[in-house]
Nanobody, 115 residues
């Protein structure tokens, strides 16, 4: 299984980014996938989750109304649309199942939001 995150970058506060997570070697449609983020010296924490059985979305409070998690089953890809970005969103973003599988962590994609 290979997980490759992309789409990160440097933006000013209020800007937008769309992260992509391409998964190979595994079919995602029947699995719950999520986005996580990690700041320097911090733990990797859940940001958003998309449940496979009914496409129920979950977001942590700090990103509700700003982030949106979606997936394209045909492309085996998970997305995270991030709008109205804030400096506190600065982190490395990863995708993985929820709960995460230790073998599925990719290299992540860096998101930097300047004030």
């Amino acid at each position: 299984v290979q997980v490759v995150e992309s789409g990160g970058g440097m933006v000013q506060a209020g800007g937008s980014l769309r992260l992509s997570c391409a998964v190979s070697g595994l079919t995602i449609w029947y699995l719950t996938w999520a986005w996580y983020r990690q700041t320097p010296g911090g733990e990797r924490t859940l940001v958003a989750r998309l449940r496979w059985m009914d496409n129920t979305e979950f977001y942590i409070d700090s990103v509700k109304g700003r982030f949106s998690i979606t997936k394209d089953n045909a492309k085996n890809t998970i997305f995270l649309q991030m709008n109205n970005l804030k400096p506190e969103d600065t982190a490395i973003y990863y995708c993985n199942e929820d709960p995460p599988d230790a073998d599925y962590w990719g290299q992540g994609t860096q998101v930097t939001v300047s004030s």
